[in-house]
């Protein structure tokens, strides 16, 4: 049933450091994907929603019901590897959260609450290094040195390098799906943001997505 749409997608490129311009606009794509019927295109929308939030939710939203809500949204995508990847993405904003709280005086682990596997491993291990995870999550001690070095613009790249390899193997592994169409989307909007070229937004988006689980930690 995608065969049409999937075909008539460009190659992006599978390198994201060599996507050095994007293969077509938001307009032409927002053409070819209006072949989708309207319960993927609802889908489609939700990851990208999820995935690439455009401005910070509701402040008032507290952590926990903030974390509820992404898991009842994740849970409404029927595919098992499209739940995969938007969960990796927002564990990556729990890992990030945790160090960013972790750092603010009079803490404590109880307050933490974060989306995915790891949350409950966190609260456990609150005062390790990196929560005793650098053995189970490849990329944490990586990520986590970057951060306490304030390279920012490093730290975005290998999240971005991470999350494009994650997204670019579902697509070899699904033809022809909306698994291909959804994460070929989600890949496009890295490139976007990357290409866009405005340092300043490309700062506030990084701070806004390491501080979502933090504005309203019922201390």
Same mark, same amino acid.
């Not at 049933?1 to 992006?12: E, F, G, H, Q, R």
């Not at 938001?26 to 319960?39: C, H």
């Not at 990208?48 to 009842?72: C, F, I």
């Not at 160090?99 to 949350?119: M, N, Q, V």
């Given at each position: 049933?995608?065969?049409?749409?999937?075909?008539?997608?460009?190659?992006?490129?599978?390198?994201?450091?060599?996507?050095?311009?994007?293969?077509?606009?938001?307009?032409?794509?927002?053409?070819?994907?209006?072949?989708?019927?309207?319960?993927?295109?609802?889908?489609?929308?939700?990851?990208?929603?999820?995935?690439?939030?455009?401005?910070?939710?509701?402040?008032?939203?507290?952590?926990?019901?903030?974390?509820?809500?992404?898991?009842?949204?994740?849970?409404?995508?029927?595919?098992?590897? %499209? *739940?995969?990847?938007?969960?990796? $993405?927002?564990?990556?904003?729990?890992?990030? /959260? !945790? +160090?960013?709280?972790?750092?603010?005086?009079?803490?404590?682990?109880?307050?933490?609450?974060?989306?995915?596997?790891?949350?409950?491993?966190?609260?456990?291990?609150?005062?390790?290094?990196?929560?005793?995870?650098?053995?189970?999550?490849?990329?944490?001690?990586?990520?986590?040195?970057?951060?306490?070095?304030?390279?920012?613009?490093?730290?975005?790249?290998?999240?971005?390098?991470?999350?494009?390899?994650?997204?670019?193997?579902?697509?070899?592994?699904?033809?022809?799906?909306?698994?291909?169409?959804?994460?070929?989307? %989600? *890949?496009?909007?890295?490139?976007? $943001?990357?290409?866009?070229?405005?340092?300043? /937004? !490309? +700062?506030?988006?990084?701070?806004?997505?390491?501080?979502?689980?933090?504005?309203?930690?019922?201390?």
């Amino acid at each position: 049933d995608y065969y049409t749409l999937v075909v008539a997608l460009p190659w992006l490129h599978e390198q994201m450091e060599k996507c050095t311009q994007l293969p077509l606009s938001r307009i032409a794509l927002e053409k070819r994907l209006s072949l989708l019927s309207d319960a993927d295109l609802q889908l489609l929308r939700l990851a990208e929603q999820l995935y690439h939030p455009v401005a910070k939710g509701d402040t008032s939203l507290p952590d926990r019901n903030r974390v509820m809500q992404w898991q009842q949204q994740v849970d409404r995508f029927p595919s098992e590897a %499209l *739940r995969a990847n938007i969960g990796l $993405r927002l564990e990556m904003q729990t890992l990030l /959260a !945790a +160090l960013r709280y972790r750092r603010r005086p009079d803490t404590s682990a109880e307050h933490f609450y974060g989306f995915g596997r790891w949350a409950p491993w966190i609260r456990r291990h609150w005062q390790e290094p990196y929560f005793g995870l650098e053995s189970q999550v490849d990329y944490l001690e990586e990520l986590a040195l970057l951060f306490e070095q304030g390279r920012t613009g490093e730290l975005q790249n290998r999240m971005d390098q991470y999350l494009w390899r994650d997204l670019l193997a579902t697509e070899r592994s699904h033809h022809f799906t909306l698994e291909t169409v959804i994460c070929f989307v %989600l *890949r496009w909007g890295v490139a976007e $943001r990357r290409l866009s070229g405005d340092a300043d /937004a !490309a +700062l506030t988006a990084f701070e806004a997505l390491s501080g979502e689980l933090m504005q309203s930690s019922g201390i």
